[in-house]
């Protein structure tokens, strides 16, 4: 292809031909690593589990911190209600 002058742009054609070359050559490329990639990570993962473990092990042997007692959050209107209605089962 010749060079451009100035002031002039190649024809939309050949802009759009290799605008849809290069979109379909991205979408294999993509297609054929995408496969490995999950493998790569499936591969991490799996490596990961017995790492998570251990820290969490360390973590539970640490960090001792004694239960709170459960709070009942249950709001005013609720256990009015259920008063009521176990006050009407008693009867």
Known sequence: MPPLLPG????RWLAA???FIGTVAVAIWLVT???WLL?????LALLLIP???RLRTELERTIDVP???LTDITPWHRR???QLAL???GR
């Open 80 to 82: 009015l209600l259920k």
């Open 17 to 19: 031909t290799l605008q």
């Open 51 to 53: 790492t998570l473990r």
């Open 39 to 43: 493998l790569f990570c499936l591969l």
């Open 87 to 89: 006050w009407q089962h």
């Open 8 to 11: 002039r742009s190649a024809p």
């Open 33 to 35: 690593v995408l496969p």
């Open 67 to 69: 239960a709170r007692p």
